[in-house]
């Protein structure tokens, strides 16, 4: 420790002493390999500047100056050579710190305001830039890989500001480049005015020769190439006009020359267009059209109700599949809908509906073409679909529980015959029935629970009579059903999903007669289980206006319908209601408690203390039913929507299916393993196209 003191004191007296010498307020620099300590205390008693040294800094400093300088350039020079090393000084006004580069961030230091000077030199600053054009985040990725490894630059995008801490020298270079990349774009909007031919269809051609052309609305535009400089299209079919906006003189120019080309009167004699259609149907959109030009209805847009019967019929099923087969061989029969000659001003216009291609032809003028191909352009868009998931829950608890005693006495002689019967019990376990079972040497009358009899007699040989019986039997039953049937459907557009059995119901039937020798059964059949039919409709806010028909059934078992068929149980809800995207809702639901108590007994027997309950037959019961549906639509306005959802399901099954392994059996063979293909990697999502200068705001987007 003395040596090193000693060591910095010579050194000290050797700065102070030889290397710099007072010539008219200025001084001679002469450090080499100068320990740091001793080289700042010089600086000190040069520049009167108070310095705190980071203790974790160790070094040495070499600075020669051939020719004295002044003596406000010895902590320029000093910050110089410091930063060589990654050493820099943070003034605060009091003191200078001296800190490693990647500390100096966090110790303050001088900060700009604003487009401000900051300054030149080695020292550390940090400047707020607010920008008036560019987008701060995008500016900050293209500056980063300029400033050094210690600088930061930081986006703020509430306010479009960039935060960057650097060096003054670097920090003027980037203030100058900002200045220059962010500057008012010079591509204000053209409006190029058609008069002859249709807006939409000139910008469908331009789009296809130059694919740097985006036209604002189209359902799949073109991916621009890296480095190509885009430009945004607009139609304005009401002023039969296109609004451009391009960066580039070039491409308005060239757009300006397409335009004169296209935009001129049509050949003599050609009056036929051909328009392809992306997502409306031909023969509907035909229907419409033809409707607006004569000021009649189309007669096509009648929607079909939901409401019906509890019950889908074989008659409406083969009525609906009669008609679906007709409307098949029309098609085919004809590719084409009929089209009207329809006079307007003089002029023949014809609309024919072409559904192989799904193409409308147009016979007209152009000037009444180019109405009709807006008009279109607005019909034909992408429908969006819903998903509906019905969640039907059932909960079902019943017990049931009988005790009796009954009894069967008789005798007679040669001459009278005498008995006392106390059937209490119904059904099968009346001792009557039971009691002519075993005369009879049947089994099939033994009845259910735990019954004590007294014979008189042998039951083997068809001589026993019954001369008591005591039954008791308790019983109990949980259910818990879940269904899910889900449905996916366009908007506006009925769907019905049935999931169950379909069953036959004898509704007549005729025996043989003299008179009427062809005995006949007539049978209808219906469907039995869970029952799905909605309609829904998306609204401009998100909301979705639901018709619902739902329908659950079942064979109830538990009623005697005496062998003239089967009686089954029906639940239905039909009614509309509106819901959020993705909300679920609660359509109605069943709660039953109910509970019954039977006792049956021998008049005055019964009444007498104890032996009262040998001359009686209880039962009870007691069945809880709780039955919910509950529905939760989804809004898919997209395919990338619609895809992911089947993707979901499809993996779902596919892990379900993974999962299902039969054990190995030694003394069985080895089934082959059933299971679904992968699904291949889907493509990345493409961009969205630029936003138009003066688009009205997009619906909200389900998440």
Not at 513 to 528: A, K, L, M
Not at 660 to 681: E, G, I, R, S, T
């Amino acid at each position: 420790m003395k040596v090193k003191a000693l060591t910095a004191a010579c050194l000290l007296c050797f700065a102070l002493a030889s290397p710099v010498h007072a010539v008219d307020e200025r001084v001679t620099l002469n450090f080499v390999n100068s320990d740091l300590d001793a080289t700042l205390k010089a600086v000190t008693l040069i520049t009167g500047k108070n310095f705190v040294i980071d203790p974790k800094l160790k070094g040495t400093v070499n600075i020669v100056s051939s020719q004295p300088v002044d003596r406000n350039q010895v902590l320029p020079i000093v910050q110089t050579a410091l930063r060589q090393q990654g050493i820099t000084l943070i003034d605060n006004g009091t003191v200078i710190k001296v800190l490693a580069e990647a500390d100096a961030r966090q110790n303050g230091g001088t900060v700009v305001l604003g487009k401000g000077t900051v300054g030149s030199g080695d020292k550390f600053v940090t400047q707020i830039y607010p920008l008036r054009y560019e987008s701060a985040t995008q500016l900050a990725q293209v500056l980063r890989p300029l400033l050094g490894n210690n600088s930061i630059i930081a986006a703020y995008q509430a306010g479009n500001v960039l935060i960057i801490s650097d060096y003054a020298e670097n920090l003027s270079r980037i203030n100058r480049m900002i200045e220059h990349i962010d500057q008012a774009p010079n591509n204000d909007v053209q409006a190029f005015p058609i008069k002859n031919a249709s807006v939409l269809d000139i910008a469908q051609t331009i789009a296809r020769l130059m694919p740097e052309v985006v036209v604002q609305g189209a359902s799949a535009p073109l991916p621009v190439p890296d480095g190509v400089k885009r430009v945004l299209l607009v139609t304005d079919a009401r002023n039969s006009q296109l609004l451009v906006r391009s960066e580039s003189t070039a491409h308005l120019t060239q757009i300006k020359r397409i335009i004169e080309m296209l935009d001129r009167p049509g050949v003599s004699g050609s009056s036929m267009h051909v328009i392809y259609l992306r997502n409306a149907e031909s023969t509907r959109l035909a229907a419409t059209l033809r409707g607006i030009l004569t000021g009649q209805d189309s007669g096509g847009a009648s929607s079909s109700s939901l409401s019906g019967g509890s019950s889908t019929t074989s008659g409406s099923t083969q009525a609906a599949a009669t008609a679906a087969s007709a409307a098949t061989q029309s098609s085919s029969g004809s590719t084409a809908s009929s089209a009207t000659n329809i006079k307007i001003d003089g002029n023949s216009v014809m609309i024919q509906a072409d559904a192989v291609t799904n193409s409308l032809i147009v016979t007209a003028p152009d000037h009444i073409y180019n109405d009709i191909r807006s008009i279109v352009e607005k019909l034909d868009v992408r429908r969006a679909q819903v998903y509906v998931e019905a969640m039907i829950a059932e909960v079902n608890v019943s017990k049931a529980g009988e005790f009796g005693i009954q009894w069967a006495v008789g005798g007679a002689n040669s001459k009278i015959g005498a008995g006392v019967i106390s059937s209490l019990s119904g059904g099968t376990n009346s001792i009557a029935t039971i009691a002519t079972g075993l005369l009879a040497g049947t089994a099939s009358t033994v009845p259910e629970g735990f019954n004590i009899g007294l014979f008189n007699g042998d039951p083997t040989n068809g001589t026993a009579n019954l001369g008591a019986l005591a039954s008791a039997i308790e019983k109990s039953g949980d259910g818990n059903v879940l269904s899910t049937p889900n449905l996916q459907t366009l908007d506006n557009e009925e769907a019905r999903i049935v999931v169950g059995q379909n069953i036959p119901i004898v509704t007549g039937t005729q025996a043989s007669t003299g008179s009427n020798q062809n005995p006949f059964t007539t049978v209808e059949r219906r469907d039995i289980g869970i029952k799905l039919k909605i309609k829904p409709q998306i609204s401009e806010g998100g909301a979705i206006t639901l018709t619902v028909a739902q329908e659950v059934s079942s064979i109830d078992t538990s009623v005697n319908t005496s062998g003239t068929g089967i009686a089954t149980k029906v639940r239905t809800i039909e009614t509309k209601v509106l819901v959020d995207n993705g909300q679920i809702i609660v359509l109605g639901g069943l709660i039953e408690d109910r509970q019954s108590n039977n006792d049956t007994r021998v008049p005055l027997l019964s009444d007498i203390p104890l032996i009262g309950h040998l001359f009686r037959y209880q039962s009870r019961t007691h069945q809880k039913v709780n039955l919910m549906v509950f529905l939760r639509p989804v809004i898919l306005r997209d395919g990338q929507a619609s895809a992911n959802l089947a993707n979901e399901r499809y993996d779902y099954l596919r892990a379900r299916q993974g999962e299902f392994a039969l054990p190995h059996n030694w003394m069985l063979p080895d089934l082959p393993v059933a299971q679904l293909p992968a699904l291949p990697p889907q493509p990345p999502a493409k961009p969205a196209p630029e936003a138009a200068p003066a688009a009205t705001p997009a619906s909200p987007v389900a998440p």
